[in-house]
């Protein structure tokens, strides 16, 4: 399968899920003048003490007992490094954690983009309570998604219907498409 930037950051996201938060910033900052993608992902959940912050961008460590593939932290570091960007983790227990990883868009090892708006749906699939704040800002502008106005929109209507999930994916698709710039 094609490596893109959207299977990382889910990857980032589900670090999230998995460290119980509620509410998830991803922020996407897409700009041609600045030669820069740059992606934010900031929870509440768990978060992590110094130790295993340091710890967790190290590709030989992980919490889990059973490694599946994972590794989401290492090889996005790896990757901002090898595109020429850098990566970021900071963390505190009881409040959450923010990770940020930029990679340079000229860069000849900078993957494309991906789908968010699939990403976006994958994410929110995994437990229907968690809200999100997406933001794609490009040089051109700003296009927003959150979950918790989409659920009042929604008027009790599940985000977990299938064709909810699939409207979000378009919508969100479509926005990008709006503000975004050629190609990364
Ligand atoms: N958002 C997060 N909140 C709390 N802990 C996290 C978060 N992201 C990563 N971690 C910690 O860092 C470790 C490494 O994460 P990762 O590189 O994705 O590998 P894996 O998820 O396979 O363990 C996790 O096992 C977890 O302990
Ligand atoms: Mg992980």
């Not at 590709?59 to 850098?86: D, H, N, Q, V, W």
């Not at 990566?87 to 000229?106: I, N």
């Not at 977990?160 to 926005?175: A, R």
Request: a negative charge; aromatic letters at 6%.
């Amino acid at each position: 399968m094609m490596e893109d930037l959207a299977m990382h950051t889910l990857e980032i996201l589900m670090n999230s899920v998995h460290a119980g938060a509620k509410n998830i910033k991803l922020e996407i900052t897409d700009s041609a003048a600045k030669d820069e993608l740059l992606i934010s992902v900031l929870d509440d959940g768990k978060g992590m003490d110094e130790e295993t912050a340091k710890k967790a961008s190290d590709p030989f460590y992980t919490s889990r007992t059973t490694r599946k593939i994972g590794m989401g932290l290492a090889f996005l570091r790896g990757l901002a490094e090898t595109c020429g960007g850098e990566f970021s983790l900071s963390s505190e227990p009881g409040k959450g954690t923010l990770v940020t990883a930029s990679v340079q868009r000229s860069n000849i090892d900078t993957p494309p983009l991906g789908d968010i708006g699939e990403m976006m749906m994958e994410t929110i699939q995994a437990d229907g309570d968690i809200d999100y704040e997406l933001a794609y800002v490009t040089d051109n502008g700003r296009f927003g998604f959150s979950t918790k106005e989409a659920k009042e929109m929604l008027d009790g209507v599940s985000i977990l219907e299938p064709g909810v999930l699939l409207w979000i994916k378009e919508y969100i698709n479509e926005g990008i498409k709006q503000v975004k710039e050629d190609i990364v």
